[in-house]
């Protein structure tokens, strides 16, 4: 703890400002990191290239030993701490604890990672294993920002060292090697490079050696649409809080994007962009279902932006950062319900029903395409004699399908009321 100063003494000078990153920096964590995060394969995306007629890659950062690419930044910090014995300390939404567990069992520090409740159970197991002995989980508040300040009292109360999940040099730094990376997989520099952003290391660094060592590059980073923290930050000229902020892709779920990642995105010519929740679920399926790719949301930000917010241009050589793998496999109910909603393949409706002999069948008979499918009818109350409200769910064909099923409702002598996917009433069937 420090001591308090001397009556009459002159105030403590400010502390240092953090050094800058700078490519120098992202190539001495590059040679950091040599032996310890074994570089991911940069692989050609068939099914990505033939939907945009770029030829896309996909730097696979979920195939490491945390299913990440945090390891990088957490690992060149903890590097270059000199005295350890005060442990260190972490947030983390679940990956950046897992690249500082592996770091503490490699490095062999004591540490302590603070995670939201929201942070998925398959996170929180894999941070145990990883950490073993060396780790304790610690579980505190329902976002990252929550976490990241139980973390920050912990560092002030025990003098544990603590370890920014972006917001810190040395973080960035090692993060930037990404981009090193790729540059050098592919033998020279790309058209395009799309990555995730949260709290905008990852795009803070890559966007710190492709400003000197390849600036042809285009960088764009993407964001959940509900947890736009960094494009927030550009349009105030300042990080600021988000009022809202939806964790579903847990990943890149921040409320306030970083104080020194900001301006160095600012700064970089790297421009910024959202994509909803949908798109991402349907982007994850098809990684799975045809590539043979388990992806966590924050992982599917990159591809799942091309096509929809990104375009690149026909046959730029494009590389999107598949960012992480560690999705909890009882999330997968969800994540198709969400994308078959956003790819207009399932329909919610409140139905009245007339309490008599045959309107279910008559509801069934007449108003239900050939292709249709009821995959939810439940009754939400009943108000009286004559009427019970139910809420019922349809999945169509196809998409165009709907405009025919609406037409039929509204010829329907029932009243059904659409049950609007942006309106509250949705997020109980989420």
């Not at 942070?119 to 976490?147: F, H, M, N």
């Not at 003098?159 to 592919?186: C, K, N, S, Y």
Request: net charge negative.
């Amino acid at each position: 703890m420090t001591p308090d100063p001397t009556p009459g003494a002159p105030p403590p000078p400010p502390p240092a400002p953090p050094a800058p990153v700078d490519a120098a920096a992202v190539d001495a964590a590059a040679a950091r990191l040599e032996g310890v995060a074994l570089r991911t394969p940069l692989t050609f995306s068939g099914r990505l290239s033939a939907a945009t007629g770029a030829q896309v890659w996909l730097k696979r950062e979920d195939l490491r030993p945390v299913r990440s690419y945090k390891l990088r930044g957490a690992y060149n910090l903890m590097a270059q701490i000199e005295a350890r014995e005060a442990g260190v300390v972490c947030a983390s939404a679940g990956n950046h604890a897992q690249g500082v567990a592996h770091a503490c069992a490699t490095l062999g520090v004591r540490g302590r990672v603070y995670l939201p409740r929201t942070t998925p159970r398959q996170k929180r197991e894999r941070i145990a294993a990883l950490g073993g002995r060396w780790v304790e989980v610690v579980i505190r508040g329902d976002a990252y920002d929550d976490a990241h300040a139980a973390a920050l009292a912990d560092a002030r109360a025990t003098g544990a060292h603590l370890v920014p999940a972006f917001d810190d040099p040395r973080t960035i730094a090692g993060q930037g090697t990404v981009a090193r990376e790729i540059v050098d997989q592919l033998g020279h520099a790309p058209d395009l490079i799309v990555a995730p952003v949260g709290g905008g290391g990852l795009l803070a660094g890559m966007a710190t050696w492709l400003g000197e060592r390849a600036p042809t590059v285009t960088l764009t980073g993407v964001e959940p649409a509900g947890a736009a923290a960094m494009a927030a930050a550009l349009r105030a000229g300042a990080p600021v809080d988000l009022e809202t902020l939806d964790p579903f892709v847990d990943g890149a779920a921040v409320r306030r994007a970083g104080d020194l990642t900001h301006p160095v995105v600012r700064d970089s010519g790297a421009t910024v962009t959202e994509v909803d929740t949908g798109a991402v679920c349907a982007e994850m399926l098809a990684l799975y279902q045809v590539d043979g790719v388990i992806a966590e949301p924050a992982g599917a930000l990159a591809s799942a932006a091309l096509g929809r917010v990104v375009h690149p241009a026909p046959g730029a050589v494009t590389v999107c950062v598949l960012s992480g793998g560690n999705n909890d496999v009882s999330r997968y109910s969800e994540i198709i319900e969400r994308a078959l909603v956003f790819e207009g393949l399932k329909h919610y409706f409140l139905v009245d029903f007339p309490q008599e002999p045959g309107m279910l069948r008559r509801f069934l008979d007449e108003v239900l395409g050939p292709d249709d499918d009821i995959t939810l009818f439940e009754y939400v109350k009943r108000n009286n004699r004559e009427t019970g409200p139910a809420l019922v769910g349809i999945e169509v064909g196809r998409p165009g399908d709907v405009v025919g099923l609406r037409a039929r409702m509204d010829a329907s002598p029932l009243h059904i009321e659409p049950v609007d996917p942006a309106g509250p009433l949705f997020r109980f069937l989420l």
